[in-house]
């Protein structure tokens, strides 16, 4: 599906700056795919922060040198930029658990090289769903991934629902949605007898 990451340059400037975008080198058309956006973060100081939201189908507009050219009557300032890839987010298993037995879903988090976690929220993966706060969670951290895994032990049917994975770098948020149902631990195998 499509993809996303902002990349952000601040300016400050009296009189009023203007921004250019460029892909290696070369200015960037604006389209759907390339996005400016300016917002004043001061306005005594004529400070913008200037935002260029690059939305992809594809892979193929990241990893490559953005620079933000800022130009006034005062002179020109240049600031180089790197687009990652986003993370990609997977959730495990997708399948239905039985009340009272171990479950767990496992989310795996991947970063392209030179990426990081960024984020105050004192994980690098979140989890969100209808019964957290009963549930444990683990991190396990490589290079470059991120592998997070809820323990239901139990599983109970309160647990049943659906569960988001998010994680947040330097190029963007991404999350991934896995749904269940529990099955209750007492089945009724009978069949009917006439």
């Known amino acids: 599906g499509p993809v996303s990451s902002n990349l952000t340059c601040i300016s400050t ?89 171990s479950f767990s879903l496992t989310c795996t988090v991947t970063l392209a090289e030179g990426d990081y976690i960024v984020g105050d929220s004192g994980s690098p993966v979140q989890w969100k769903g209808p019964d957290c706060a009963s549930i444990n969670s683990t991190l396990q951290v490589m290079t470059n991934t991120y592998i997070s895994t809820l323990e239901f032990n139990p599983v109970r049917i309160s647990h049943g629902g659906e569960y988001i994975c998010q994680a947040t770098s330097t190029a963007g948020t991404i999350m991934d949605y896995a749904k269940f149902t529990v099955q209750s631990e007492y089945r009724n195998d009978y069949t009917l007898c006439v």
């Open 13 to 101: 400037g009296s009189p009023a700056t203007t921004v250019t975008w460029m892909r290696n080198g070369q200015q960037l058309s604006l389209s759907d795919t390339y996005i400016p956006i300016q917002t004043v973060t001061d306005r005594r100081l004529s400070t913008y922060s200037n935002v260029l939201v690059i939305k992809a189908a594809s892979s193929d507009v990241f990893g490559h040198t953005y620079s933000c050219t800022v130009t006034n009557a005062f002179g020109t300032f240049s600031m180089a930029l790197t687009a990652f890839t986003p993370p990609t987010v997977t959730i495990s298993p997708h399948e239905t658990p039985t009340a009272g037995e």
